[in-house]
Structure formats: C-alpha cells, structure tokens
C-alpha cells in the first residue's frame, strides 16, 4: 500500500480558546483530488492550515508524506495557495516575479536562477495561460488572472501536492477554465490536491472525493454531492427525498 499524501487522526483546533475543529480525521492518497466543502466558518480554511501546520493542533495528528508534521522538512514538496487578498495588495512586481518566487523554495535564495528555474516558471505561466502577460505587473491584471498567477507561482515549484483555498472564488470563468485546465496537466505529472471550495464549476469533472465540514466536523466524506442551488435548475426533476442527514446550507455562504 502506498503511504498517504496527507494523514490528518482526530485533529481538534481551536482559536483562542475557542474549538473551530474537532476530532478532524481525514487521509488523501496520491493522486486524488480531495474537495473540502462546507458553509462559511465551518472550519475548512482552519483544517488546511492545520495540515500546513500554519495553525497548531490543539489535539490529534497530521502526516506529510508519511511524516509527522513537526519532524517535516521538505516543505518544496507543497505548493500552497492561499485564500485571495483581494485586489489592491501594491505589489509592483511583475506577473514572471510573482510566478519565480515559488522557485525560491527549490533553488535556495543564494543561487541565481538556472535554466531548469526558467524552464519551470515558463510552463507554469504557460499551464495557467498567462505567458502572454510575464512582463505586466500584477496589479494590472484582473482577480480572476491575479489568482491564476499564485496557482502558477505554485506550479513553479514543482510541488507533489497542491493545497488551495477557494481558487475559484469569485473567479471570472475564463480563469475557472484555465485553473482546471492547469490543474488537469497537474495531475498528469502525479500531483495531489487538496482544495477549499464553495463553487466546483469547471473543477467538477476532477474532483476525486468530497469532504464536507460541518460545524467542524467532517460530516461526509465520499462522493461530491449535489449543490444545494442545483435543485433551482430548471432541467432538475426534483424527485429525491431531502435526507434529514442533509447538512443545511451545504454549498450555501
Ligand atoms: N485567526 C483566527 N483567529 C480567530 N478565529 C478565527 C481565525 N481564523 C478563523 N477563525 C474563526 O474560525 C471559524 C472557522 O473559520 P474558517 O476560516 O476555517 O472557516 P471557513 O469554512 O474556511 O470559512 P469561509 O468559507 O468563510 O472561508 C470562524 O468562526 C472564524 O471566524
């Protein structure tokens, strides 16, 4: 059996004194696209940051790759994409800066970029469908092609697994199709994908598993379900039962 990407055992977070999380337990094989769903503020920011380690454990365990997490050291193996900042963050660096700093990881801050450096942040302006746009600064660009550039200063990095969080919120759907196309080359290459999600959209087709938090709890952990807005599709015969396991305002904000 292959070890596990991502081992997360009865993990409980809390902020302040106040549980966010509780006994979280979750595993992501190689290869799967792992979609953590749920309401805002059920806790799914908070799960993956914990996995991250960005957030510390108040109980419980999380295994990178077959490491406990304090004793991980080899962070170039994920990518992470942070939640957006929204527009106006004043960096005047270019769209080819931002992608590059991911190689930073790879490369170590001492060495000057090499060609496997360059190589590596082409394919990923490339991936993402930016190549066209390496030499404008970032803040000309739109939200949705601002949030392709962090996807591709991930990729750059070459990273085994890809943690996201909302890549697609608020996302125009040229970049919601870009994302996934990017994200199709990604598994490919053998990648693994953790993401926060409230929209699948173009992602649907990719996604492997879906793990609905609820409350801080996991509360499905298996099939991608049915959108809650689904049922006002005109071509949905609403014919199922409303389950009471159903957990309200699933896709909702
Ligand atoms: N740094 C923090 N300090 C204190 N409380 C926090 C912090 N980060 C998040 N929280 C709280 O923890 C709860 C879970 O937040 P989290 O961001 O994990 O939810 P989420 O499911 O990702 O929500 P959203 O969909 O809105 O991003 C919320 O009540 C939030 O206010």
């Not at 993956?48 to 050291?73: E, H, K, M, S, Y």
């Not at 942040?121 to 962090?150: E, F, K």
Request: hydrophobic share 40%; proline share 8%.
């Amino acid at each position: 059996m292959t070890t596990p990407v991502i081992q997360v055992g009865h993990a409980s977070v809390g902020y302040d004194g106040r549980p966010v999380l509780r006994d979280v337990s979750l595993t992501v094989t190689a290869g799967e696209v792992v979609a953590v769903l749920g309401a805002n503020g059920s806790g799914k920011s908070t799960l993956i940051r914990a996995v991250l380690g960005l957030v510390p454990l108040g109980t419980g365990t999380v295994t990178l790759f077959g490491v406990p997490q304090r004793r991980f050291r080899q962070w170039h193996r994920i990518g992470y994409v942070p939640q957006r900042l929204g527009a106006g963050s004043g960096v005047p660096a270019t769209v080819r800066e931002v992608v590059a700093s991911g190689r930073l990881a790879r490369r170590g801050v001492l060495r000057p970029p090499g060609r496997a450096d360059r190589a590596a942040v082409a394919a990923a302006l490339r991936a993402v469908g930016l190549a066209d746009r390496a030499g404008d600064p970032v803040a000309t660009l739109s939200g949705g092609q601002q949030q392709r550039t962090l996807i591709a200063r991930a990729l750059a990095g070459e990273p085994e697994l890809l943690v996201l969080d909302e890549p697609t919120a608020g996302v125009d759907a040229a970049s919601q199709e870009a994302f996934a196309g990017a994200l199709h080359d990604f598994l490919g290459t053998g990648g693994t994908v953790l993401l926060v999600a409230h929209e699948l959209g173009p992602l649907r087709p990719l996604i492997s598993r879906a793990v609905v938090v609820h409350q801080g709890g996991v509360c499905h952990d298996g099939a991608v379900p049915e959108p809650a807005g689904h049922h006002a599709e005109p071509d949905h015969d609403h014919v199922h039962p409303h389950g009471p396991e159903e957990p309200a305002g699933l896709w909702s904000s």
